[in-house]
C-alpha cells in the first residue's frame, strides 16, 4: 500500500496545505495535485518539484488517476463543485482512502451520499497559514472513518499547524473563528494603517509599521505559554499610553462588534449550507 496524497484542487486553499505538508518534510514523490487550467501547471511544478500536477483541462480523467492508489484524497475545489467531483472520483478511490473535504458549509451526509458507500470521510476546517507552518484545522470525521483513517489525516496536516477534533455542528464556529480569522487580522492592520496616516504618517510608511506590527504580535502570540490577555495586560496597565486606545474600542463595543460578525458568518454559512442542499435535490 501507498502513502500517496492526492490533492484534487490546487488553488488558495489546497496549495496552502500541499506546501505545509512538503514543507514538514513528506517526499513530494508522494504527492500529487489537480488544478483545471493547464496554464497553472508549470508555475506550481517550479514551486514544488517533484509532485506530480494534472490539469483536468489537459486530461479529462486526471482527477480519477490522480486517486488510483491514494491512502488520503483532499477535495478542495469551490463548495458548488464538490459533490459533483466526488461522484466522478468514486469509482477510482480505494476502498479505504479517507476523502478530505475541506469545502466550507457542505455536509458529512452529501459528501458521503456522493461517494461509495462506506467510503471514509471528514469535513475540515482548514486556514491558510498552514502554507507557514502556523495553521489550525479542525477535522470531523465521519461515520465509517476508523481512528487509524482519521490518524492518517491529521498527520497531513500536523506538519503544518494546529489540528483539532470537533463535531460537525461546530464546524461553522471554528470558520467564524479560524477560517475566516486571517481577514479580521489584515482588516484590523488595514484599519491601524489608515489611522497612521489620518495621523499624519506617510501612507508607506504607516502600512509597513501596521503590517509588520500585527506580525510581530502574531509572533508573540504564538511563544509557548503566551496567550492574548497576558500580552495585552502587560502593556494596558493604568495609565499607560495604550489603555487610553482600549478604552476607547471598549467604549465603542469593538468586542461585541468582533462578535457580530463572527455570528454573520455562521449565518452564511447556514445560507451556503441550504443552497448546496438544493442544488443536491437537482
Ligand atoms: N481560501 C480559504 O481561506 C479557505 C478556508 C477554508 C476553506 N476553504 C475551502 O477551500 C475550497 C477551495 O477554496 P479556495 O479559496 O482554495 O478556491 P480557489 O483558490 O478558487 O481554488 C480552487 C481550485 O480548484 C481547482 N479546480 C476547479 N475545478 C477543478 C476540477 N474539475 N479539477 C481539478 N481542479 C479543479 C481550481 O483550478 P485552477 O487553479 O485551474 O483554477 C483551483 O486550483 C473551498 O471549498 C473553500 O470553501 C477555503
Do not use: F, H, N
Given at each position: 500500500m501507498t502513502s500517496m496524497i492526492a490533492f484534487l484542487g490546487c488553488g488558495e486553499m489546497n496549495e496552502a496545505i500541499m506546501a505545509g505538508l512538503l514543507e514538514a518534510g513528506t517526499a513530494p514523490e508522494?504527492?500529487?495535485?489537480?488544478?483545471?487550467?493547464?496554464e497553472r501547471v508549470p508555475g506550481l511544478a517550479s514551486r514544488y518539484p517533484g509532485v506530480r500536477f494534472i490539469s483536468s483541462e489537459e486530461e479529462p480523467e486526471g482527477n480519477r488517476s490522480a486517486c488510483e492508489g491514494a491512502a488520503v484524497?483532499?477535495?478542495?475545489?469551490?463548495?458548488?463543485?464538490?459533490?459533483?467531483?466526488?461522484?466522478?472520483?468514486?469509482?477510482?478511490?480505494?476502498?479505504?482512502?479517507?476523502?478530505?473535504?475541506?469545502?466550507?458549509?457542505?455536509?458529512?451526509?452529501?459528501?458521503?451520499?456522493?461517494?461509495?458507500?462506506g467510503q471514509p470521510v471528514i469535513r475540515s476546517m482548514p486556514n491558510t497559514p498552514l502554507k507557514l507552518g502556523r495553521g489550525v484545522v479542525s477535522l470531523s470525521p465521519g461515520s465509517t472513518c476508523s481512528p487509524a483513517q482519521l490518524q492518517q489525516a491529521r498527520a497531513v496536516f500536523e506538519g503544518s499547524g494546529t489540528v483539532v477534533e470537533v463535531p460537525e455542528e461546530q464546524i461553522a464556529l471554528v470558520s467564524a473563528i479560524s477560517g475566516?480569522?486571517?481577514?479580521?487580522?489584515?482588516?484590523?492592520?488595514?484599519?491601524?494603517?489608515?489611522?497612521?496616516?489620518?495621523?499624519?504618517?506617510?501612507?508607506?510608511?504607516?502600512?509597513?509599521?501596521?503590517?509588520?506590527?500585527?506580525a510581530g504580535a502574531g509572533l508573540m502570540l504564538g511563544e509557548p505559554g503566551a496567550t492574548a490577555t497576558a500580552l495585552r495586560n502587560a502593556m494596558t496597565g493604568p495609565e499607560t499610553i495604550t489603555s487610553r486606545a482600549i478604552a476607547v474600542f471598549d467604549g465603542r463595543d469593538v468586542p461585541g462588534i468582533i462578535a457580530e460578525g463572527a455570528r454573520a458568518t455562521v449565518k452564511r454559512t447556514a445560507e451556503i449550507t441550504a443552497l448546496l442542499g438544493e442544488t443536491a435535490l437537482d
Open positions: 508522494d504527492v500529487v495535485a489537480t488544478v483545471r487550467r493547464a484524497v483532499v477535495l478542495g475545489v469551490k463548495p458548488g463543485d464538490t459533490v459533483g467531483l466526488a461522484r466522478a472520483i468514486g469509482p477510482s478511490l480505494r476502498p479505504d482512502a479517507v476523502v478530505v473535504s475541506v469545502a466550507a458549509a457542505l455536509p458529512l451526509a452529501q459528501l458521503e451520499a456522493a461517494l461509495p458507500q475566516s480569522g486571517p481577514a479580521y487580522a489584515y482588516y484590523l492592520a488595514e484599519a491601524m494603517a489608515a489611522a497612521g496616516e489620518e495621523l499624519g504618517l506617510d501612507r508607506e510608511l504607516s502600512e509597513l509599521l501596521a503590517q509588520e506590527t500585527v
